[in-house]
């Protein structure tokens, strides 16, 4: 059975202060793994897709990479308005449904 | 441009009545998507549908049943609510091959 694991929970950060999320995966032959921010009250929005290890990606403040095993979610000087959930979801070989894990809850404070 | 569109945003209702949740889409993707979202499980995947008239279960369907006439259309029908059904459900679009599902802002449900 496919499963995914973020961690930490949740975390706190200083403005400024740079750290990292992970999303650990297994999954009989991974498709993509997709991050997505959500804010309160809000559907997930899409924030990047990985497709092979080694793969990495950035917009702006966040930078997202891929091992075999997991995915990071990097974010560099962060500002308070990146405070949010962060979701990752795997997409197996053979089919189109995502599985999600159950997010990271990040504030950043000024 | 609305792209997906889900209604009522909120909703109470009681045990044992019958409540559809709608979702539309003007983007025309070809597979559609519902989720609920809980506290410790983060988004589940209820039913999915690849085109008009092909719908399939996801990770949790029991109590709940769906159609799809129309592309642009995927409701979602409680036929018989029970407290077990209160959470946040997402529709969702998109997500054929490398593909990035694009979600609503989802409909709040408390069943009483």
């Known amino acids: 059975e496919d499963q995914v694991t973020q961690s930490p929970e949740a975390l706190r950060l200083q403005e400024g202060e740079s750290s990292s999320l992970n999303c650990s995966y297994t999954?009989?032959?991974?498709?993509?793994l997709f991050w997505y921010r959500q804010d309160p009250g809000k559907g997930p929005e899409f924030l990047f897709t990985?497709?092979?290890a080694g793969e990495e990606k950035e917009k702006e403040r966040l930078k997202a990479t891929l091992t075999k095993k997991e995915s990071f979610l990097h974010i560099t000087a962060p500002k308070p308005e990146d405070s949010a959930t962060y979701l990752c979801?795997?997409?197996?070989?053979?089919?189109?449904?995502?599985?999600f894990g159950a997010g990271t809850i990040l504030r950043v404070k000024s | 441009d609305a792209g997906i569109t889900q209604s009522p945003r909120y909703k109470i209702t009681e045990t044992g009545r019958q409540v559809t949740l709608m979702c539309h889409q003007t983007?025309?993707?070809?597979?559609m998507f519902w989720y609920r979202q809980d506290l410790g499980h983060g988004l589940r995947l209820i039913y999915y549908?690849?085109?008009?008239?092909?719908?399939d279960k996801g990770e949790v369907p029991d109590g709940y049943v769906v159609s799809r006439s129309k592309t642009e259309n995927f409701p979602l029908t409680l036929e018989s609510a029970t407290r077990s059904q209160t959470s946040v459900y997402f529709c969702?679009?998109?997500?054929?091959?490398?593909?990035?599902?694009?979600f609503g802002d989802g409909t709040r449900l408390s069943i009483l």
């Open positions: 979801a795997v997409q197996e070989g053979n089919g189109n449904k995502l599985v």
């Open positions: 999954v009989s032959g991974l498709r993509g």
């Open positions: 990985l497709y092979s």
């Open positions: 983007w025309s993707h070809s597979y």
């Open positions: 549908s690849a085109a008009a008239d092909i719908t």
């Open positions: 969702a679009t998109g997500g054929g091959r490398h593909q990035p599902q694009h």
